[in-house]
């Protein structure tokens, strides 16, 4: 059966000023309810896709950092490709897509990909590093679909944020926030939780609280170059949790 408890999450989820405002959301929302808690069925919610490993950054911690070389010449999906995707995983009850990357403004077709999604219905969230955004390419992925922007931001000390980010990565940063905001794109930062700096990151969230921005974040994902740095203690994933 349908617990009570399952019907005030999907209230709440529906009541989400995104899903509210678009009927085939809250139909997928619903379809996804029935799948997973009557007929127990796995049941897809969102994509995390990376259109390119391409990336113009040199971060020490970098996850895809192996797979830069490996892509370089491959055949990528096409257009089609996607458009294919989004309507199987629609079936599937996905509602959300998050871009990564990689750096995904490198991709050549990313604001068609966007325009792919948002005609299967779909919200679209995007995770850059801001290096070469300009107001006229934010405008497009707006236009074409795009729900909101997140950037990399590791500390709100330009300095320290720089050593990881490269030289000049806070002060764009900055501009990009300004740059979506004058735009009416949601846009939020989304810091990486490192061993023994938990309250850089914390700050950050707080930040943006302060500011009215969206916030997101993990910790690092031990592939890649970071495959042998350390993670959270128990303690630090206690902290973060308060």
């Known amino acids: 059966m349908v617990y009570p ?20 959301a809250i139909f997928r929302t619903l379809k996804g309810l029935v799948r997973a808690r009557i007929l127990k069925k796995n049941t897809l919610r969102a994509i995390e896709l990376y259109p390119t490993f391409a990336c113009q950054a040199n971060c020490p911690m970098c996850s895809v950092a192996p797979y830069k070389e490996k892509a370089r010449g491959r055949k990528q999906l096409s257009l089609e490709d996607y458009d294919s995707l989004a309507r199987k995983a629609g079936r599937l009850g996905a509602t959300t897509i998050i871009i ?3 750096e995904p403004t490198l991709y050549n077709d990313i604001v068609p990909l966007v325009s792919i999604f948002k005609k299967h219905h779909y919200f679209i969230h995007m995770v850059s590093n801001g290096l070469q955004l300009e107001e006229k390419l934010l405008r497009s992925l707006k236009e074409a679909g795009l729900a909101s922007m997140f950037f990399s931001l590791e500390s709100l000390d330009a300095a320290e944020n720089d050593k990881l980010r490269g030289r000049g990565h806070h002060r764009k940063t900055m501009e990009n926030i300004s740059a979506c905001q004058q735009i009416s794109l949601e846009v939020g930062l989304a810091p990486i939780f490192f061993p023994g700096k938990v309250n850089q990151a914390l700050e950050i969230i707080d930040y943006c609280h302060e500011k009215g921005l969206r916030a ?3 910790q ?8 042998d740095m350390p993670v959270l203690s128990e303690e630090e994933i ?5």
């Open 5 to 24: 408890k399952s019907f005030a999450k999907l209230f709440k989820v529906i009541k989400n000023y995104e899903i509210s405002a678009s009927p085939h």
């Open 100 to 102: 990564l990357g990689g």
């Open 216 to 218: 997101s974040g993990g």
């Open 220 to 227: 690092i994902s031990k592939i890649g170059k970071a495959i």
């Open 238 to 242: 206690e902290q973060v949790r308060k």
